[in-house]
């Protein structure tokens, strides 16, 4: 037995089974061709439900209470017999209130005294003024104040610092107008010394002080004092 003669029983069947699957084919398409449409489907409509609204039944009335009997009335006490009447005894009137009023004593008014004639008053005493101080006293208080106003000036004197180193001195005249409240209304050098700075520091010093008023018994008037002040640079 040759090759090809065992070979061609299988092709055969091969065959067949292409040519039945082809056919199976054509009739399952012939089917879903020609087969009947299915019915239509069933549409259910929503049933409709009907709400009946019962109103509830009113209560009832709840019943009366049976009223209570009244109270009971407490019987009246019986009334007092009455007093036996005796027509020919009067009834004794009450006592009568005696009033004490107190006496009072008032002593007599005051007798006014006769007017007194106005009493004239006394002459004011005359004011006697004391005698003007004598020149003499004048003079000796002056020279009181001048030595304390020229102690007040030297402590203001400041000595130039040239003269200082040169060691000279000079004596100037100041001549000066004082009110009696010690207050300086002018100053001025009456006589110069040989130094120009000596003169200049003797004026400052007065300008620069501050003098006490006036003692008693002296004018109360501006009075001109004179005054040699001496600035030393010696030592």
Do not use: W
């Amino acid at each position: 037995m040759s090759y090809d003669s065992l070979a061609e029983p299988g092709s055969a069947r091969f065959g067949r089974f292409i040519v039945a699957a082809l056919v199976l084919d054509i009739l399952a398409l012939a089917a879903l061709i020609y087969a009947p449409e299915p019915p239509p489907a069933r549409v259910v409509k929503p049933a409709t439900l009907a709400v009946h609204m019962v109103q509830p039944a009113p209560p009832k009335p709840n019943p009366k209470p049976a009223p209570l009997p009244p109270p009971p009335v407490p019987a009246l006490p019986k009334p007092p017999p009455p007093l036996p009447h005796h027509p020919h005894v009067a009834p004794k009137p009450p006592p009568k209130r005696v009033i004490h009023h107190p006496i009072i004593h008032r002593p007599p008014p005051p007798v006014p005294a006769p007017p007194t004639a106005p009493t004239q008053p006394a002459p004011p005493a005359p004011v006697q003024s004391a005698p003007p101080p004598s020149p003499a006293v004048i003079q000796s208080v002056e020279a009181r104040y001048v030595g304390t106003i020229k102690g007040i000036i030297l402590g203001n004197l400041v000595v130039p610092t040239a003269m200082r180193n040169l060691g000279a001195s000079g004596v100037a005249t100041i001549a000066f107008k004082v009110a009696p409240n010690g207050q300086i209304l002018s100053a001025k050098v009456l006589r110069a010394s040989d130094y120009a700075a000596a003169n200049r520091a003797a004026l400052a010093a007065v300008r620069d002080s501050r003098f006490p008023a006036f003692f008693a018994k002296m004018p109360k008037h501006p009075i001109i004092f004179e005054v040699n002040i001496n600035v030393s640079g010696a030592q």
